[in-house]
């Protein structure tokens, strides 16, 4: 039994590994790489591995740099069965749809079609519920685990060649409102574990809140707007709820919220199918027909034209795409924002290295912005209590649960790989950062 590892290896992104058991031939994930341009380049490279040979395609969830390849991968001869969880099905559908139809519009050739994107959809053939076992031939099992991470996220139990394989997807961060904790892994002979913010803890998401609630009460109080960057899945439904929770305490002033992104919008439709899935919590809040994704100060602007008539308003919450300002409405947001010391910029997720967002992040004084030099005065923050990744803590309690024989450490820049790395064989586990493209017998 052998993995090759071809994608989210030394860095964050293009979540892609390849598992050779018994003759089954099987794919956990095929993600996009984003951030650098070296880095995005990998998009167009030749997979490690025939496509047309892979049998099975397991999905951990429905973010692009783990599903945004799987159009190519069909397009390139992929001819095998798709398995994911119900609702990452259909978030899968509205981010591969988007995805095709930003493919189709790139000047230097696309990467693959929307036919190509609606044949991956039709690869989807098996939906699972956590914790429900699918044969997959030549005594090779799966079992998919709540993640925590995004609704219908899962980490992945492989079972073959009498070896417990587990791979983390993303693992989410404890407490958020709108998805459960995520499960504890079972007893693992391998683990491959991501490591996004495998060098640091993240603050209690009560303080987070707080802190988010001053930066809004501050920024209106001085004039100004508050623009938080999102991605389309996840965070903004979270920020949306926390907003909104916000607004029913009397927190935070009555203003203007727009939710400036097509895409978000129809994610947060899908959520709306799901609520029974939410904590108790949330579910709570449906049950008294209370809906935080709807109610009086939020305005969804679902046109170009609408979207243009948010640069009329002051004094207003604007959340938009894309999550790290590398393309969407966010870039107009950000150009009229960012010159203006009375406005704030908040960051709730991970900004990858050679993003807008991580440039902003990082403090540059000026960002090129649609073709224009945009100075940097209106206020950054950085509210890391948000995340849904767990933090170093969580994925060190969660490894020492697997206990495993072998740990192969993945989606995570050089600093937080190397940090979790110290701490794991500090412990006395064995650990190895893989190289992309390395192929490792087990």
């Given at each position: ?21 018994k ?14 341009p ?17 049998d ?9 740099d ?13 001819q ?16 591969l ?13 696309a ?84 490591s ?15 802190e988010?609630r ?46 400036d ?20 919590p ?46 969407g ?114």
């Amino acid at each position: 039994m052998r993995i090759t590892f071809a994608g989210a290896a030394g860095t964050v992104t293009g979540s892609c590994f390849f598992v050779e058991a018994k003759g089954v031939k099987l794919l956990v994930d095929c993600g996009m790489f984003q951030g650098l341009p070296e880095l995005e380049a990998r998009n167009a490279e030749p997979f490690p591995f025939d496509p047309a040979e892979v049998d099975w395609l397991l999905l951990t969830h429905g973010h692009l740099d783990h599903l945004g390849l799987v159009p190519r991968l069909v397009r390139e001869g992929f001819q095998g069965r798709g398995i994911c969880t119900v609702p990452t099905r259909d978030i899968a559908q509205v981010m591969l749809m988007d995805a095709a139809r930003i493919q189709e519009e790139e000047e230097d050739g696309a990467l693959y079609t929307a036919e190509d994107a609606l044949e991956a959809l039709d690869r989807l053939h098996v939906t699972v519920e956590y914790g429900e076992e699918v044969e997959l031939g030549k005594g090779v099992r799966v079992r998919f685990h709540d993640a925590g991470h995004i609704l219908g996220a899962a980490f992945v139990e492989v079972q073959a060649e009498g070896k417990t394989l587990v791979f983390s997807g993303d693992l989410g961060n404890r407490g958020k409102p709108l998805v459960e904790d995520p499960s504890y892994p079972p007893k693992a002979d391998v683990l491959v574990l991501e490591s996004t913010y495998g060098d640091r803890r993240h603050p209690p998401i009560e303080e987070s809140i707080e802190e988010l609630r001053r930066v809004i009460v501050d920024t209106l109080q001085a004039g100004g707007n508050v623009v938080i960057p999102s991605f389309a899945l996840e965070r903004t439904q979270e920020v949306l709820y926390i907003l909104f929770r916000l607004w029913k305490e009397r927190r935070i002033p009555r203003t203007k919220i727009f939710l400036d992104s097509p895409l978000a919008t129809q994610a947060t439709k899908i959520f709306e199918r799901y609520t029974e899935r939410f904590p108790e919590p949330a579910r709570r809040l449906f049950r008294r027909k209370e809906d935080p994704f709807d109610f009086e100060l939020l305005e969804y602007t679902l046109t170009k034209a609408a979207s243009k008539k948010i640069a009329e308003e002051n004094g207003v919450i604007i959340i938009a795409g894309s999550g790290m300002c590398t393309g969407g409405r966010i870039l107009y947001h950000l150009k009229a924002n960012l010159p203006r010391p009375e406005s704030s910029i908040v960051f709730v997720g991970y900004q990858a290295e050679g993003t807008l967002g991580r440039a902003i992040l990082d403090g540059a004084a000026e960002v090129e912005i649609l073709g224009s030099w945009v100075p940097v005065r209106a206020a950054v923050w950085r509210i890391e209590g948000l995340s849904a990744h767990a933090d170093q803590e969580i994925l060190l309690d969660w490894a020492l649960r697997a206990d495993p024989t072998q740990t192969f450490l993945v989606h995570g820049e050089p600093q937080a790989l190397g940090a979790l790395a110290s701490r794991l064989a500090s412990l006395g586990y064995s650990v190895h950062i893989p190289a992309w493209h390395e192929t490792v017998e087990l």
